[in-house]
């Protein structure tokens, strides 16, 4: 049995930070002292949600300027939460605007993927994280 947080008399209650999400299970447990023995309470169920992602970080493509057909490289970086395990899953680099164009696709725990324009112009690229069991979806700031 893990314990979240301690309680010493005459306080009645106490602050803790889930670590994992998903469904968890409270019980209180008294030690019980001269006067009063030992007590287990009732079950009280909860659940923790996932972790918001604090940020994703999208540098800039590079080269920037880029030809159309000439291989970029997009570097994301999807912040973590203390306590919780790094982030897992996809990120998603793509063009905004214009149908949301899926540029190349990165694989937690790799950071970069590549992608040769089709089209020329100014062009904002975008990435989104698309969470995991620990952390919510998230996106990044346009670049």
Do not use: W
């Not at 994703?56 to 994301?76: C, D, E, Q, R």
């Not at 912040?79 to 982030?87: M, N, Q, S």
């Not at 998603?92 to 149908?99: A, E, I, K, P, Y």
């Amino acid at each position: 049995m893990n314990h979240v947080c301690t309680i010493v008399l005459p306080a009645t209650s106490c602050t803790f930070t889930p670590t994992t999400p998903g469904g968890h299970t409270l019980i209180v447990e008294y030690a019980g002292d001269a006067n009063y023995g030992s007590a287990v309470s009732n079950q009280l169920s909860y659940t923790a949600l996932p972790a918001a992602v604090t940020t994703v970080t999208l540098a800039p493509v590079v080269p920037s300027p880029t030809a159309v057909g000439m291989t970029t490289t997009a570097a994301v970086h999807v912040a973590t939460v203390a306590g919780f395990p790094p982030p897992t899953g996809l990120i998603t680099v793509f063009f905004s605007g214009s149908g949301d164009t899926a540029l190349c696709t990165i694989t937690l725990p790799a950071t970069t993927c590549t992608f040769a324009p089709k089209t020329g112009g100014n062009q904002t690229v975008t990435a989104q994280y698309s969470g995991d069991g620990a952390y919510a979806s998230a996106f990044s700031t346009r670049k």
